[in-house]
């Protein structure tokens, strides 16, 4: 079964500032997809950027990019020029790919506070 | 156009009693997922319909059940109610298929049992 870590309970930064955040994951397939999920309070969950696991290029979305390492299973959230309207929770989350089973497995969140 | 559309936003209800919650996908979204999300265990798939079909299940008791209709909106129904059911319930859709380009959720329906 495909676990997902997410190291860091809560992080804070500055606004402007760049934060990282950190994600792990353990799997024995070598076709999967990997994502990083928003939620604020308003608790719905929001798709901040996706990352296909046989492409090495590292993807991008604006302020929000990652860094994925396939072979140490990591997959870390860069928040560039953080803005109080980042403050979230921040989920990482895995799904296989050709399984049948689309399902998302999610790591426990980090909450991450902007601060003015 | 409309996102993810789940109803209610909030429910109390009693140890022992059944309850239904809805979903309504994005027009024309075909595949619907459910996840429970709670303080001590996190995001945990549900079930997954496509085409009104479920595709697969999750690790949860047969208490828990759901069904999607010809129009794509679905509904998730847990009997039997226990306090640990509390829990915020979420619903997801995707365009394709497979959810491989991210699902768009709802702002699901936070449930209290007492």
């Known amino acids: 079964a495909q676990t997902v870590t997410q190291s860091q309970p809560e992080m804070s930064v500055q606004e402007a500032e760049t934060v990282t955040l950190s994600c792990t994951y353990d799997?024995?397939?070598?076709?999967?997809?990997l994502f990083w999920y928003k939620q604020p309070p308003s608790r719905q969950m929001i798709l901040v950027i996706r990352q296909e696991a046989y492409k090495q290029q590292n993807a991008t979305e604006n302020r929000f990019s990652v860094n994925f390492q396939k072979a140490a299973k990591s997959f870390s959230l860069k928040i560039s020029d953080s803005q109080l309207g980042d403050t979230a929770m921040y989920f990482c989350a895995f799904m296989k790919q050709y399984s049948g089973s689309e399902k998302l497995v999610f790591g426990k969140g980090t909450k991450l506070t902007v601060n003015p | 156009k409309a996102g993810v559309t789940q109803t209610p936003r909030y429910l109390i209800k009693t140890r022992g009693q059944q309850v239904t919650l809805s979903c309504s996908p994005i027009?024309?979204?075909?595949?619907v997922s459910w996840y429970q999300q709670t303080p001590g265990q996190g995001l945990q798939f549900l079930f997954e319909?496509?085409?009104?079909?479920?595709?697969n299940k999750g690790n949860f008791p047969g208490r828990f059940s759901g069904r999607q209709f010809s129009n794509s909106r679905s509904e998730m129904n847990v009997s039997t109610l226990e306090l640990g059911d509390s829990a915020l319930y979420l619903c997801?859709?995707?365009?394709?298929?497979?959810?491989?380009?991210?699902?768009?959720f709802g702002s699901g329906t936070r449930l209290t049992v007492v």
């Open positions: 997801a859709s995707s365009l394709e298929e497979k959810g491989w380009y991210g699902y768009t």
């Open positions: 319909y496509f085409s009104e079909t479920q595709r």
């Open positions: 027009s024309g979204h075909r595949s």
């Open positions: 799997t024995s397939e070598n076709n999967y997809y």
